[in-house]
């Protein structure tokens, strides 16, 4: 879920189009569960094959990255490694929340309530091992290169991204910005209209472009004290952050105190954790310099092989897809693509 700071973050709405010819770096995991969470069926069932297998993230990889690369967005996905200590408590609590959610979705669909049915769905979604070799194997085949993080992908994206070897981290959290990326892209593989939770409304999906130092420069913050903000509002090593400390109250008390501990101390604030340990976490979370980025031309029998014979894809819409893929679909030298 990441760290709430929307309400605090002014996002610049950009036309993909603008990031044409720039690498970014992709939070796999993060994107993963948006595609297996929304390509799903009026039921809430997700996309499978003849053998039942689970299709929705092959799916949403396939013609998203087929309209990336057709702008010439240059992709690099980030996989996670091993999660910090500090998150256990957290991916425990995310799966008890999933495994309710399975259970409330089974009893929508035996009452016929549709909508709820695919809003607990998307809420039961889980990303399996499965799933994430899946991935793998066809961005491989689509010539797009893949980078292991030793902890958090999101802090391996930041680092490239600070770097200089990638334009910007894409990931739907803010994280990305404690990490210390210069920009984010949120909502680079979203697109379209999405249901509100809970109402009948819906809101149309655009990529947003956020500046780091925009950010710490509005809300006259460093980038320390933008992370103890997050840690007082509460972050994915700390759920629920500082019981009645909302995003503008910690905004208030840093500003006030100057770091989270001082306020903490200050205001005689309830924490069972510690400020200094979390905020190493993104100040220097563990990150590897051991990840080339290449790109080359997708396999294309290798595609077609995999998503049409293994998991019956439409051979036409493949083809479709792949030929967005190729430089000679908008003029350019397949140099200008791939390196």
């Avoid at 610049?12 to 994107?31: K, P, Q, V, W, Y």
């Avoid at 549709?114 to 979604?125: D, G, H, N, P, S």
């Avoid at 991204?161 to 959290?173: E, F, L, P, T």
Wanted: glycine share 8%; hydrophobic share 40%.
């Amino acid at each position: 879920m990441g760290v709430q700071l929307g309400e605090l973050v002014r996002a610049e709405s950009i036309e993909l189009r603008a990031l044409s010819g720039r690498r970014i770096a992709i939070d796999a995991f993060n994107t993963l569960y948006q595609f297996i969470t929304t390509i799903r069926q009026r039921g809430g069932e997700p996309l499978r094959d003849s053998k039942g297998r689970i299709t929705s993230h092959l799916s949403g990889l396939l013609y998203r990255n087929s309209n990336l690369l057709e702008l010439g967005i240059l992709p690099v996905y980030v996989f996670d490694g091993t999660p910090p200590e500090q998150k256990r408590a957290t991916v425990a609590e995310r799966d008890v929340r999933r495994s309710e959610a399975e259970a409330e979705w089974a009893m929508a669909l035996q009452a016929g309530d549709l909508e709820l049915a695919k809003t607990k769905a998307m809420q039961a979604a889980r990303l399996s091992s499965e799933v994430i070799e899946e991935s793998r194997r066809l961005l491989e085949l689509l010539g797009l290169p893949c980078v292991d993080a030793p902890a958090e992908g999101e802090a391996q994206a930041a680092y490239m991204a600070s770097k200089g070897d990638v334009y910007a981290a894409a990931s739907q959290d803010y994280d990305s910005l404690l990490f210390g990326s210069p920009r984010l892209v949120r909502n680079l593989t979203l697109s379209g209209r999405r249901k509100l939770p809970g109402r009948r409304e819906y809101t149309d999906i655009t990529p947003e472009l956020v500046r780091l130092e925009a950010v710490l420069e509005r809300l006259e913050l460093s980038r320390e004290q933008l992370i103890d903000l997050a840690i007082l509002v509460g972050t994915d090593y700390n759920p629920g952050g500082v019981p009645g400390v909302g995003p503008k109250r910690a905004l208030s008390l840093i500003k006030k105190h100057g770091s989270a501990d001082r306020a903490i101390e200050a205001e005689g604030l309830k924490a069972d954790f510690s400020v200094e340990e979390l905020r190493e976490l993104f100040l220097r979370h563990p990150v590897t310099e051991h990840y080339t980025l290449r790109w080359v031309a997708p396999d294309r029998e290798g595609v077609l092989r995999f998503l049409c014979d293994e998991h019956d894809f439409s051979r036409e819409r493949v083809e479709k897809a792949l030929e967005k893929m190729t430089p000679r679909s908008t003029q350019r030298s397949l140099d200008a693509w791939f390196s």
